[in-house]
């Protein structure tokens, strides 16, 4: 029904910089909040930055000052901008949007697939 693909993840040395994005589609009326996520290997998932649809924000302590997160209700599209990468930056980043489809009466969760942000030098 609604798929959320990642992209933008990679390698990168400590101190650089990457932008994920994540495209939302299928069959989709509204998008409400969005957000990124991640999660290490054995560790559980945690929020990283997320926003409303009015595009009000909260991240994580971790990411304060560094990461920025945005959206393009136009494209049904979401940014985070990641600065001053760290090594515990490392892991897989999970895009999520609550998603009201046609019909419903309540929105749904919907994740993507991930994509692995490597910082090492």
């Known amino acids: 029904q609604v798929q959320l693909v990642e992209s933008g993840g990679g390698l990168v040395q400590p101190g650089g910089s990457l932008r994920l994005s994540c495209v939302a589609s299928g069959y989709i009326f509204r998008i409400d909040a969005m957000g990124w996520y991640r999660q290490a290997p054995g560790k559980q998932r945690e929020l990283v930055a997320r926003?409303?649809?009015?595009?009000?924000?909260n991240y994580a302590d971790s990411v304060k000052g560094r990461f920025t997160i945005s959206r393009d209700n136009a494209k049904n599209t979401l940014y985070l901008q990641m600065n001053s990468l760290k090594p515990e930056d490392t892991d897989v980043y999970y895009c999520?949007?609550?998603?009201?489809?046609?019909?419903?009466?309540?929105?749904?969760?919907?994740w993507g697939k991930g994509t692995l942000v490597f910082v090492s030098s």
């Open positions: 999520n949007a609550l998603v009201l489809i046609p019909g419903s009466a309540f929105a749904t969760d919907f």
């Open positions: 926003i409303t649809s009015g595009s009000n924000t």
